[in-house]
Nanobody, 122 residues
Framework: QVQLVEAGGGLVQAGGSLRLSCAASGRTFTSYNMGWFRQPPGKEREFVAAITWTGGSTHYADSVKGRFTISINNAKDTVYLQLNSLKPEDTAVYYC???????????????WGQGTQVTVSS
């Protein structure tokens, strides 16, 4: 069992930056690959980025490639999402998730956090 708690969301102007964090408890990252998803208002949840538990491989949605960076700190059991050059269309609730699927990138995620709101003003 894994518990995930996101933090770092907030209100930022277009072009600004935020750093989201996701702290895990219950188990370490040694068995899981991690991902970030987001759900814009009135839309379906969508994939943003994923990282292997070693941090050796990453995968991004085309819409955020070059602007967002996912990273992991195994010593702190924390995964991060650095959001740069933010756009109003990045406004969403951001969720982190843990997958124990061996497939890369993962297609299914077993555990989810509660989400953190990111709002980008124009």
């Amino acid at each position: 069992q894994v518990q995930l708690v996101e933090a770092g969301g907030g209100l930022v102007q277009a072009g600004g930056s935020l750093r989201l964090s996701c702290a895990a408890s219950g188990r370490t990252f040694t068995s899981y690959n991690m991902g970030w998803f987001r759900q814009p208002p009135g839309k379906e949840r969508e994939f943003v980025a994923a990282i292997t538990w070693t941090g050796g491989s990453t995968h991004y949605a085309d819409s955020v490639k070059g602007r967002f960076t996912i990273s992991i700190n195994n010593a702190k059991d924390t995964v991060y999402l650095q959001l740069n050059s933010l756009k109003p269309e990045d406004t969403a609730v951001y969720y982190c998730a843990a997958s124990y699927s061996s497939r890369w990138p993962p297609l299914t995620y077993a555990y989810w956090g509660q989400g953190t709101q990111v709002t980008v003003s124009s």
